[in-house]
């Protein structure tokens, strides 16, 4: 399965998941007092895997298991970005990932570009790399005419797209050296 596929499966399966719960809560909600829930669970009931991949109760926080410090933290499956300062999130924004993306771990920023052609023949700025699979190298970047389309299927591209705005701040935030969390 191609990589853009996996973050649209995980997105369809974390909106089910999302509708999923919400149902069951109304039902929960709506049981009558004369069919009261036992104390407590059996001891051999343990919690689903549905449960343990159910949406995080404030997407917009930084995922935990990113790490700690000052750090880029970026989520192949929320598709966002977090920049983590000295003290706390310092901002987060939605990112277009590209058809390959490197495995969740500890990165740092290696190398940075002003302006330049991206890959997929678009003029990008505020180039970020920090990782490389199979000879692609991957990185922040956003597009000069500002779109944030999907990659072409099939073509190998590295670039994970953000909005001129984010992509100025990413710019500003990662120098070379910053450590990049990949988080699944």
Do not use: C, N
Request: charged residues 20%; negative net charge.
């Amino acid at each position: 399965m191609a990589r853009s596929s996996s973050g649209t499966v995980a997105g369809l399966t974390a909106a089910a998941l999302a509708v999923v719960g919400f149902l069951g809560y109304q039902a929960s909600a709506s049981v009558p007092e004369s069919l009261e829930k036992p104390a407590a669970a059996a001891p051999s009931a343990l919690p689903s895997k549905a449960a343990a991949e159910a949406p995080r109760e404030d997407p917009l926080a930084v995922p935990t298991g990113s790490g700690t410090g000052v750090r880029v933290v970026y989520s192949l499956g929320e598709r966002r970005v977090w920049l983590v300062g000295t003290e706390d999130l310092t901002q987060t924004f939605p990112v277009m990932p590209s058809t390959v993306s490197p495995e969740p771990g500890t990165y740092e920023v290696t190398s940075r570009s002003g302006r330049i052609q991206g890959s997929d023949g678009v003029e990008i700025e505020h180039v970020v790399r920090f990782a490389t699979v199979d000879e692609v190298s991957i990185g922040f970047s956003a597009a000069v005419d500002g779109s944030m389309s999907s990659p072409a299927p099939g073509r190998k591209t590295g670039g994970v797209r953000m909005e001129r705005a984010d992509g100025d701040a990413m710019w500003t935030f990662a120098t070379i050296g910053s450590k990049v969390v990949v988080v699944p």
